[in-house]
């Protein structure tokens, strides 16, 4: 007995149906280009001063550890400080932003932060580096995983990995921004009675107290609130987004226990830390890393990271682009971090500056070009108040790489006398985020074939 292979004509679409998805498709391309113009910038400056004004100590301390007489150990607890007053209160952060809106929370954050980063050049014992920079991580948190939850709100999941990566550039940009002024920063010394490092500060941390005004005025809360829409584009954002909730695992319906207990929201959590580590672990000794290899001036160090960030931004904006067009979000992620793996193995055993450099610019720009996809995945899952939560439980379990990476190195370079054994456990850690990446994915994609 055989099965009929007989399968009934499907009617072709008439020209009245394909008109009406050719004005769809043309509402949604307006749609979208609007959103990523209007939006996407802002979101990124803000990113970008957050950035900057937490890793400018990285560059301060060639100076300020001297002048206060902080050892490598002291630095490193301190820089990575931060990350655990973010993590107290990236939570509550988020859910403030669910309850009162994404304009009002973002702006008062970053003027908050802004403040407290100013106030870093009253630095003068541990004591107060430690108390500033916690207050610094209480202040900024919630910016960073509010607007991965605000970018759901705007942006379909086929398109997130490339709005990510626009708006993340502004991490390797801000690498530009901070590279170039360090030297220049630093060299006014002396200048109305203020060290280098306090002018590193001062300039550093006053634009973000500015741009809180201009998240008040220019950031909509959601699509239904942006008077740049037309109603279509309106309904055209609505329903996308409606149908990427339908297919989330967990959505409006999941309540916040649920979002934090999720063994996916951890996994891409663990994820996000183990890669975090390799970031921050390299990022706030950066400077003295490439100076010692390379023997360069404060200035030079700093145009070459400035070089770093170029490559990283256009790497970040190519993979993102990749990612969404393939639909492949594992590979995009580990391959970067087995590049990582390599350039920390390079780097940590040879003695060759130019060999060291490019190692270790490698390793940075395959962290950078990760992002896009790395940060689309979990929007795949979650949806809804789940997101929210989701998202900021992540970031609260990543955001300790903060800690454990910059607390790394400094013991390392303090208990050896060099950054080599550092830069190895570095090596570990992005093996790792690349092995929980692997693991992740195959579990996604058990559970679509499941639901099939």
């Not at 040879?350 to 720009?365: C, D, E, H, K």
């Not at 979650?382 to 454990?404: E, K, V, Y």
């Amino acid at each position: 007995m055989s099965i009929s292979s007989h399968v009934p004509e499907t009617p072709l679409p008439n020209d009245l149906d394909l008109t009406t998805l050719s004005q769809q498709a043309a509402i949604g391309q307006s749609a979208m280009r609007k959103a990523s113009l209007r939006l996407i910038p802002i979101i990124g400056v803000g990113y970008g001063l957050a950035y900057m004004d937490r890793i400018s100590v990285s560059f301060a301390a060639l100076r300020m550890n001297q002048d206060l007489h902080f050892s490598a150990t002291v630095y490193g607890f301190g820089a990575g400080l931060f990350f655990i007053g973010n993590a107290i209160a990236e939570v509550p952060s988020n859910l403030l932003l669910l309850r009162y809106g994404a304009k009002r929370v973002m702006a008062s954050i970053i003027f908050a932060w802004g403040l407290v980063a100013t106030a870093m050049l009253l630095v003068r014992t541990p004591t107060e580096f430690y108390a500033l920079r916690l207050l610094l991580g209480i202040s900024e948190a919630g910016f960073y995983p509010g607007v991965i939850y605000y970018l759901t709100l705007w942006f379909p999941s086929r398109m997130r990995a490339r709005a990510v990566s626009r708006f993340y550039i502004a991490l390797p940009l801000s690498s530009v921004v901070m590279g170039t002024l360090a030297g220049w920063l630093m060299g006014l010394d002396g200048r109305l009675g203020l060290r280098g490092w306090q002018w590193l500060f001062l300039v550093e941390g006053l634009p973000a107290v500015l741009f809180a005004a201009v998240i008040l005025k220019l950031l909509p809360d959601r699509p239904a609130k942006a008077r740049w829409l037309t109603p279509e584009e309106k309904g055209w954002i609505k329903r996308q987004l409606s149908l990427d909730d339908a297919r989330a695992h967990l959505g409006h319906e999941a309540g916040i226990v649920a979002a934090l207990l999720s063994p996916k929201v951890w996994s891409i959590g663990l994820f996000f830390f183990f890669a975090g580590i390799c970031n921050y672990g390299f990022g706030f000794s950066a400077p003295a890393i490439l100076q010692n290899a390379t023997g360069w001036s404060v200035g030079a160090v700093g145009w070459m990271i400035a070089t770093f960030g170029w490559v990283s931004a256009l790497a970040m904006l190519l993979n993102g682009a990749h990612s969404d067009r393939s639909g492949d979000r594992a590979m995009h992620c580990i391959f970067p971090c087995l590049v990582m793996a390599l350039g920390y193995l390079v780097a940590s055993y040879s003695r060759q500056p130019s060999l060291v450099v490019t190692a270790l610019a490698m390793s940075f720009i395959a962290f950078n070009a990760l992002w896009g996809p790395a940060l689309s995945l979990p929007m795949e899952f979650l949806a809804g108040r789940a997101a929210a939560t989701g998202i900021a439980a992540m970031n609260t379990i990543a955001i300790f790489s903060g800690f454990a990476g910059p607390y790394w190195m400094g013991l390392m370079k303090d208990a050896s006398g060099n950054y080599d054994v550092g830069l190895r456990g570095l090596l570990v850690a992005a093996l790792t985020a690349a092995g929980i990446m692997f693991a992740l994915v195959r579990s996604l994609e058990k559970r679509t074939v499941r639901d099939l």
